[in-house]
Nanobody, 126 residues
């Protein structure tokens, strides 16, 4: 059974860092682009970042460029999201998702992703 599990969320002060992990089971990640999305209370889910199947291509939302870095280790079936210089507006539930294709579109749209994790809460607050 195809499953994605996020971890690494928590409470952090503004300016701090967190690293999220997305672990896959039941399938190989080798053929799928993986995206990170987030949803803040009262807001729609938005795309944060995406990495292609082989890791050669990445996309980032403008709001996180220069602060977040996505990476993957296909041997470990895991995708990471390193988040630095966190701001209060980064507070949200973060989800990872597997795309039906191996590349990332320039615009992250959840309709391109077929399998989703349950989410991990990230709270940035002093």
């Amino acid at each position: 059974q195809l499953q994605l599990v996020e971890s690494g969320g928590g409470l952090v002060q503004p300016g701090g860092s967190l690293r999220l992990s997305c672990a896959a089971s039941g399938f190989t990640l080798d053929d799928s682009a993986i995206g990170w999305f987030r949803q803040a209370p009262g807001k729609e889910r938005e795309g944060v970042s995406c990495i292609s199947a082989k890791g050669s291509g990445t996309e980032y939302a403008e709001s996180v460029k220069g602060r977040f870095t996505i990476s993957r280790d296909n041997a470990k079936r895991t995708v990471y999201l390193q988040m630095n210089s966190l701001k209060s507006e980064d507070t949200a539930v973060y989800y990872c998702a597997a795309a039906a294709v191996g590349w990332c579109y320039a615009v992250l749209w959840e309709g391109d992703f077929r399998s989703w994790g349950q989410g991990t809460q990230v709270t940035v607050s002093s």
